[in-house]
């Protein structure tokens, strides 16, 4: 059967959906739960990786850089629960980096503005225009979050197989609507998709080894041959290519590893005018 990832622009409505979905269609459940073992495994504090999640990067957010971090190490153990089918993920931001994996089914869900106010602000309810506002400000900071990282705007319908306003709609009928769907034949895992999903994983994982040294790094798995894009200056590519291909090889399951070096024109620069 289908997994079936929920993105809300509510994480108390993605939890809900996401538990009655575990409920009644039998699914295991990908949440939070995993960021100890993420934390644990790449040596990072479970508060620096839930600030990932719900934090954009700048001046009062995090530091681009580990969130990046913290993002890749969050990704790589997210996509290995994801392995098995008959999952229900929601907020590990897994839109966003589960995507061409015919299998997973993306659901957006989204919540009753008055349910939203209840969420954001601090009395549960307020005027009108004030709601607009506060929901709107919300929403800019989501859609900020999603382009930090994935370079896209998880507000975009295009993202999801299915999108559902709970306006006249109750969450029971949708989750009854999204299992319906997850049924489908479209949605069974296929040895190709299943395949994909063992190649983003490997992706992740490589990426994971370099993104704190290298924090621009592209990494991308087709079949035996696993290619990583980094940032250097020209005098450091044959040393920082030789750093990449040992760091990747450390990854079980990695066979052939291509690395191409972007000139780092603004390193470059710089070094250039001393």
């Known amino acids: 059967m289908a997994s079936i990832i929920i993105s809300s622009d509510s994480s108390l409505t993605a939890a809900r959906i996401a538990e009655k979905i575990a409920e009644k269609g039998g699914f295991s459940v990908v949440n939070r739960d995993i960021l100890p073992e993420t934390a644990q ?39 290995e629960k994801l392995l098995p089918d008959n999952i229900v993920c929601y907020g590990l931001g897994a839109h966003l980096y589960a995507k061409g ?64 306003s709970l306006n006249q709609i109750e969450e029971e009928e949708a989750v009854k609507m999204i299992l319906e769907t997850a049924a489908l034949r479209q949605f069974e895992p296929m040895t190709y998709s299943i395949n994909c999903v063992k190649e983003f994983l490997m992706a992740a994982q490589v990426k994971a080894k370099l993104v704190e040294r290298f924090p621009d790094c592209r990494v991308r798995v087709d079949g035996e041959n696993t290619v990583i894009h980094i940032q250097a200056l020209k005098r450091n590519a044959k040393k920082y290519s030789a750093v990449a291909k040992e760091a990747a090889r450390t990854v079980p399951g990695v066979k052939h590893v291509e690395v191409h070096i972007l000139t780092d024109f603004i390193g470059q620069a710089v070094e250039s005018n001393r």
């Open 101 to 164: 994996v015919s299998h997973f089914f993306k659901v957006r869900v989204l919540t009753r503005p008055e349910q939203l106010i209840k969420e954001l602000h601090p009395a549960g309810t307020a005027p009108e225009n004030k709601a607009e506002k506060i929901i709107a400000k919300h929403e800019k900071a989501r859609n900020r979050w999603s382009r930090d990282v994935f370079k896209q705007d998880e507000s975009n319908a295009g993202l999801y197989d299915l999108v559902i």
């Open 41 to 79: 495994k790449y040596d990072v504090d479970v508060a620096q990786l839930k600030k990932a999640l719900d934090k954009p990067a700048g001046i009062f957010g995090m530091p681009a850089k580990l969130k990046k971090q913290c993002m890749t190490y969050i990704q790589a153990v997210a996509l």
